[in-house]
T-cell receptor, first 112, second 112 residues
Framework: SQQGEEDPQALSIQEGENATMNCSYK?????LQWYRQNSGRGLVHLIL?????REKHSGRLRVTLDTSKKSSSLLITASRAADTASYFC????????????FGRGTSLIVHP | KAGVTQTPRYLIKTRGQQVTLSCSPI?????VSWYQQTPGQGLQFLFE???????NKGNFPGRFSGRQFSNSRSEMNVSTLELGDSALYLC???????????FGSGTRLTVV
């Protein structure tokens, strides 16, 4: 079963707009990660945020983590057509192995 | 540095046959994990190898097996192929527990 679930399932925006994706999970975690996948290829690691962290930035990406609500969000600012992809969150359960369990993903389309 | 290399990229097999997929991790990464990705089930964890030992295993039948060699390269084998085994098989390597994964481009297996 999926530990993390992304919302929305699909998102369509115009270039230059911001895109926000959310992830909710069920049990306490060690880490939460976000990945991007272009069109059936391999996943690309974007950001890892640890359970004791609240926010991380990487370029145009901002990830927040709220462990009290068991949720995370990924914000992509000033979106580009090249950001079109599926975005997945992955969590590993506290007290378990560090194997990440992936959600179903959010499909993002950025129109030029 | 070279990324994670998976071979072959595409494979077509007949029901009942067996198949072996190969993965070369990033140099220095000792953990290698395998995932199956399908439209219906999303990304499902198959198994993880660390220092030639299977350390974690997902919920897949015994037809799915794997191994890791002393140079960290890994193979996975699926015997008695079924139509439902058609999927994108992804290999990922990691430096250590709690670090992000680097994925290969995957092997697209089609069973006819």
């Amino acid at each position: 079963s999926q530990q993390g679930e992304e919302d929305p399932q699909a998102l369509s925006i115009q270039e230059g707009e911001n895109a926000t994706m959310n992830c909710s999970y069920k049990t306490s975690i060690n880490n939460l990660q976000w990945y991007r996948q272009n069109s059936g290829r391999g996943l690309v690691h974007l950001i890892l945020i640890r359970s004791n962290e609240r926010e991380k930035h990487s370029g145009r990406l901002r990830v927040t983590l709220d462990t009290s609500k068991k949720s995370s969000s990924l914000l992509i600012t000033a979106s580009r057509a090249a950001d079109t992809a599926s975005y997945f969150c992955a969590t590993d359960a506290r007290g378990g192995s560090y194997i990440p369990t992936f959600g179903r993903g959010t499909s993002l389309i950025v129109h030029p | 540095k070279a990324g994670v290399t998976q071979t072959p990229r595409y494979l077509i097999k007949t029901r009942g046959q067996q198949v072996t997929l190969s993965c070369s991790p990033i140099s220095g990464h000792r953990s290698v994990s395998w995932y199956q990705q399908t439209p219906g089930q999303g990304l499902q964890f198959l198994f993880e190898y660390f220092s030639e030992t299977q350390r974690n295993k997902g919920n897949f039948p015994g037809r799915f097996s794997g191994r890791q060699f002393s140079n960290s390269r890994s193979e996975m084998n699926v015997s008695t192929l079924e139509l439902g085994d058609s999927a994108l098989y992804l290999c990922a390597s990691s430096l250590s527990d709690g670090y992000g994964y680097t994925f290969g481009s995957g092997t697209r297996l089609t069973v006819v």
